[in-house]
C-alpha cells in the first residue's frame, strides 16, 4: 500500500535542494486524500440511505453504528500513512 511507496521516496540526502520535498511527496499526499475522500464519500452515501429507509429505529441506529465503526476502521490506515508523510516533510524541511 502507500507504506512501501513512502518508503522508496527519495530522502534529504538525495538531490533536491536544502528546505524542499520531492514531488513525489506530493503525489502520495494527494493519493492518501483521494482514498480518504473516496471512503468518505461512500460513508455518506450508505448513511443517507440508512436514514431515508423504512425499517424501524432501532434497526436504523445498530446500521449506522455498525457503518460508522467500519468507516473509522478503513480510514484508520489512511490517516497513519499521512502523519507519517507529515512527520517525513517536516524532517526534511527542518
Given amino acids: ?6 518508503e522508496r521516496l ?3 540526502a538525495s538531490q533536491q535542494p536544502a528546505g524542499t520535498y520531492s514531488p513525489d ?10 482514498s ?3 471512503i468518505d464519500f461512500g460513508y455518506q452515501k450508505d448513511r443517507e440511505t440508512i436514514l431515508t429507509s423504512e ?8 446500521a449506522i453504528a455498525t457503518l460508522e465503526k467500519r468507516h473509522q476502521e478503513r480510514r484508520a490506515p489512511y490517516l497513519r500513512e499521512l502523519d507519517k508523510l507529515e512527520r517525513r516533510i517536516q524532517r526534511t524541511l527542518a
Fill in 1 to 6: 500500500m502507500a507504506t512501501a511507496m513512502l
Fill in 10 to 12: 527519495p530522502t534529504r
Fill in 25 to 34: 511527496i506530493l503525489q502520495l499526499a494527494q493519493s492518501l486524500l483521494r
Fill in 36 to 38: 480518504l475522500a473516496d
Fill in 55 to 62: 425499517v424501524n429505529e432501532p434497526f436504523k441506529q445498530r
